[in-house]
């Protein structure tokens, strides 16, 4: 399902373009999730990235008002704005940071993910001279299972385990990993070998630790397909948005979910100009189309820098007023035009939708991203920070 139809609001706004969340949706996306995962399984929605497009404040309260655990976030940055937004459940941080920011980390009580040895000995001083706020420090061990990204051996996880385990000031939490192909293939053995190895680590960390872990590695693909083997944190992301991480995932768990997930997000523009052009004349730099007919032409202030990217070139196509507008010529910086010759009364000002529904007609991240030659991630985690997202269904 995409986003919204026009409401009256999107008929009142000033803004050249604009995003709509339906905060609802999310809500209700964050329900069907925990209600599908084992209910022993913490659920962790990743709001990294401005929330794949959707707006990290708005969305993160949505889904805590939904019944997430934890929130996920990728930086230390992105964790600081949560807090000083007011939320205070648990956040993980799983992407890399800067060894000076530790102590910033301890400050906002995160989860923080563990696997450089200058983030190690930074630690072992703080615990030396006795930091207070380093206990409110939560670490997590990333294991290489096989996605060669972030992460340590089984080896040298164990060392870390060691110096850790010297410091007593040093909060060890849990371990973690990052599937490579769960959600692309029905042959899932890469997957059961990472997860596998995972445990394996956890087990072996946890034995010389001395106190139980939490280990977790299952991302939407997994939550999806193996709902009862999550270990203790599912870490969703794009299915959290009402997207789905491939059409085989879909097919396999889609009329399992209830209510089945939703898309939240809208993406419109105001029209700038409409203007008539000749049969026969060049369409945009590069004259990569040519005008076959008598052509009406309706200019819209978003291009590449926006987010539209500029493959969507003589490819891409919008609504207006519920009918299709095939982009003409390339995607320019800031502009790009569409043909609305069969669409009457069409003028400047109209709201033109580039994502989500209008009337009974729908664009969708999906279908954009076969234009562009991309996923579903890409289209809505790019779209420009800068342009207003307004929570609708509030």
């Known amino acids: 399902m995409c986003g919204d139809d026009l409401t009256r609001d999107d008929l009142t706004r000033d803004d050249l373009t604009w995003c709509e969340v339906n905060v609802l949706r999310l809500e209700q996306n964050m329900r069907a999730l925990r209600r599908h995962l084992n209910a022993k399984t913490l659920l962790a929605p990743a ?35 949560l807090r000083e937004a007011g939320i205070s459940c648990p956040i993980y941080c799983f992407g890399p940071s800067m060894v000076q920011d530790l102590e910033l980390a301890a400050q906002l009580g995160l989860h923080l993910v563990l696997y450089q040895d200058s983030h190690l000995e930074r630690l072992r001083y703080l615990a030396s001279q006795q930091a207070e706020s380093i206990q409110d420090l939560k670490l997590h061990l990333k294991i290489e299972t096989g996605n060669h990204r972030q992460g340590l051996s089984l080896e040298q996880a164990l060392d870390f385990t060691r110096v850790l385990k010297e410091n007593g000031q040093l909060c060890l939490s849990g371990v973690s990993s990052h599937f490579a192909n769960v959600e692309d293939t029905v042959n899932q053995g890469y997957a059961e070998l990472q997860m596998s190895r995972l445990i394996e680590a956890g087990e ?21 397909l193996w709902p009862n083997r999550a270990l203790d944190i ?5 299915s959290a948005y009402g997207l789905w991480p491939s059409k085989l995932c879909q097919t396999l768990v889609a009329d399992q979910l209830e209510p089945t997930l939703q898309t939240a ?12 052009v000749p049969r026969g004349e060049p369409i945009g730099y590069g004259c990569t189309y040519i005008t076959t007919r008598p052509t009406r032409l309706a200019i819209i202030p978003v291009g590449y820098y926006e987010g539209y990217d500029r493959s969507l070139s003589n490819r891409g196509q919008v609504l207006i007023k519920g009918q299709r507008a095939q982009v003409l010529g390339r995607v ?28 009974s007609d729908c664009i969708s991240a999906d279908e954009l991203g076969t234009w562009a030659d991309t996923i579903n991630y890409e289209i809505v985690a790019r779209i420009a920070g800068h342009i207003p997202r307004y929570p609708v269904n509030v």
């Open 47 to 81: 709001v990294k990235s401005n929330a794949y497009g959707h707006g990290i404040e708005a969305s993160a309260q949505a889904f805590l008002k939904g019944g997430a655990d934890w929130l996920c976030v990728h930086t230390i940055a992105e964790a600081k704005q």
């Open 204 to 224: 072996a960390i946890e034995s010389l630790w001395g106190q139980p872990l939490l280990k977790h590695i299952a991302n939407s693909a997994a939550t999806l």
């Open 234 to 238: 599912a870490r969703v992301g794009i």
């Open 265 to 276: 997000l809208s993406w419109r523009a105001r029209i700038a100009q409409v203007k008539n």
């Open 332 to 359: 320019c910086m800031n502009i790009c035009m569409v043909d609305i010759t069969d669409i009457p009364m069409c003028q400047a000002g109209d709201i033109a939708t580039l994502l989500g529904e209008d009337g």
